[in-house]
Nanobody, 115 residues
Framework: QVQLVESGGGLVQAGGSLRLSCAAS????????MGWYRQAPGKQREVVAS???????NYADSVKGRFTISRDNAKDRVSLQMNSLKPEDTGVYYC?????????WGQGTQVTVSS
């Protein structure tokens, strides 16, 4: 089993920054992909950014140039630095880990960006 615990959400004004962190524990394999998804009210969950265990990153077009995903393989931790936040970035952010064809989710952390 894998457990994911997110931290770092909160309320911020437009243009501000937040940093999300996610700690993974349990049966973590060396080859995996970790990422962040978000779900705004009334909308489907969408991928924000992902990073493989080798460090290859992918970003949603809406966050390119503003968000940076990083990971610490030794600590099984992934972070998301979010700059120049916009009201449309508001939502619940979920940490995700994919390994061996299975996906795991954290409980989510709320990010609210006020205009």
């Amino acid at each position: 089993q894998v457990q994911l615990v997110e931290s770092g959400g909160g309320l911020v004004q437009a243009g501000g920054s937040l940093r999300l962190s996610c700690a993974a524990s349990g049966s973590i394999f060396s080859i995996n992909t970790m990422g962040w998804y978000r779900q705004a009210p009334g909308k489907q969950r969408e991928v924000v950014a992902s990073i493989t265990s080798r460090g290859t990153t992918n970003y949603a077009d809406s966050v390119k140039g503003r968000f940076t995903i990083s990971r610490d393989n030794a600590k099984d931790r992934v972070s998301l630095q979010m700059n120049s936040l916009k009201p449309e970035d508001t939502g619940v952010y979920y940490c995700n880990l994919n390994q061996l064809l299975r996906g795991y989710w954290g409980q989510g952390t709320q990010v609210t960006v006020s205009s």
